[in-house]
Every structure is written in structure tokens, then in C-alpha cells.
């Protein structure tokens, strides 16, 4: 069974940093191109960030381009979003999720909430 | 960038009535559309891909259809047990785009 379970979330003052985790399980991590999604309470969906498998190429979305790095380490199944600068606009619950060769999200985690506030 | 619309963002429905939801992309994008169930408090659930495949599990009242830039969504029956909100993405590239959602409520 795909088990991806975030972690690393919590209560940050703007400007700060977080770095979230995502661990894997169930499948052949190393094989998949991996993402993070996040969802504003109450709002819609909102894709943040794709790595592919070996890391050879990262996308953003242009609310997080050069403040949030994507990496992962496929030697411990796992997924990292490091988020620096961080604004009030970046509260939401952030989750890892995973995409096959067609890049829709077969997989997600639970999520992690992030609360970017003074 | 590719934009994706949704409408409506919301409905009221009776059960057993057909629902139907569109999504609407600003320029062509094949069949890489797929949609998704999120319950109030879960996490989303993919129901189609490539368009109009149903994935596994998902009941057959569910369906979809489409290509290039108009999408549907439709319920041919609806349950109480769908009351959501459901998403549309774009994948046929990045950035992985979503519609803005359409929530769905029983009248």
C-alpha cells in the first residue's frame, strides 16, 4: 500500500523558514516524480513544486520561485520542500503527492499545516 | 501560463439528479485533464484521467468527458455520499494547474 505521511509543519513568523518532510512507503520511491500541493483554509487546490525522479529537473509555481527549493533523497524515501521568506499567503495545509508517467496525483499524504503569522 | 476554469463553483442538487461540471482550459491540452473528489475534511481523491478514465473503485455514475479546452464532469445519479468538491488539473505540462473547484451539496 502507497503510504506518504508529511511532517515538519507549524507556527512561523513571516520572513521565516520551514523545511517540511515527506516519507514514502509502499512503492519504488525512486522511480517517481514527486510533488507538493497546498490548499489555503478554505480555498481550492494550488500546485507548488514537481521533482523528477533522479532530481535531474525541478519546477515551481511562480508564488514560491526563489523562496522554496524541492529536494529529495531516494536512499531514504523521502520528499523535502525547504520554504524560506515565508509569507501569510503561504498558510495552508501542504501535501506531498505522487504522479506516474502522466502527471496527475495518483497518491497524496494526509498533509501538513503550515502557519506563516506574527 | 494555462489557465483552468471551473463552473460553477457551487450547485444544489436533489438526489438522484444529473449534475454536470465544466472545466474549461485557456488553450488546447489533449486529454491531460483529470479530476478529483475532496470530502469535506480528506484528502483528494483522484476519480478520472486522460479525460473520461474512470480510475478503479469509482462508481459508474461517475464520468467525464472532452479534449483541447472543454471538460465535463457529470454525475449521473447523484448520492448523498458525493457531497464535495471537485477539482480539475491540467497535466499536460507545467506548471500542474487546478480549476478553482466546484462545490456540490444536496438541496
Known amino acids: 500500500e502507497v503510504q506518504l505521511v508529511e511532517s515538519g509543519g507549524g507556527l512561523v513568523q513571516p520572513g521565516g523558514s520551514l523545511r517540511l518532510s515527506c516519507a514514502a512507503s509502499g512503492f519504488s520511491f525512486s522511480t517517481y516524480s514527486m510533488n507538493w500541493v497546498r490548499q489555503a483554509p478554505g480555498k481550492g487546490l494550488e500546485w507548488v513544486s514537481c521533482i523528477t525522479s533522479s532530481s535531474s529537473t525541478m519546477y515551481y509555481a511562480d508564488s514560491v520561485k526563489g523562496r522554496f527549493t524541492i529536494s529529495r533523497d531516494n536512499a531514504k524515501n523521502s520528499l523535502y520542500l525547504q520554504m524560506n521568506s515565508l509569507r501569510d499567503e503561504d498558510t495552508a495545509v501542504y501535501y506531498c503527492?505522487?504522479?506516474?508517467?502522466?502527471?496527475?496525483?495518483?497518491?497524496w499524504g494526509q498533509g501538513t499545516l503550515v502557519t506563516v503569522s506574527s | 501560463d494555462i489557465q483552468m476554469t471551473q463552473s460553477p463553483s457551487s450547485l444544489s442538487a436533489s438526489v438522484g439528479d444529473r449534475v454536470t461540471i465544466t472545466c474549461r482550459a485557456s488553450q488546447g491540452i489533449s486529454n491531460s485533464l483529470a479530476w478529483y473528489q475532496q470530502k469535506p475534511g480528506k484528502v483528494p481523491k483522484l476519480l478520472i484521467s486522460a479525460a473520461s478514465t474512470l480510475r478503479s473503485g469509482v462508481p459508474s455514475r461517475f464520468s467525464g468527458s472532452g479534449s483541447e479546452t472543454d471538460f465535463t464532469l457529470t454525475i449521473s445519479s447523484l448520492q448523498p455520499e458525493d457531497v464535495a468538491t471537485y477539482f480539475c488539473q491540467k497535466y499536460n505540462s507545467a506548471p500542474l494547474t487546478f480549476g478553482g473547484g466546484t462545490k456540490v451539496e444536496i438541496k
Open positions: 503527492a505522487r504522479v506516474g508517467e502522466f502527471w496527475f496525483f495518483d497518491s
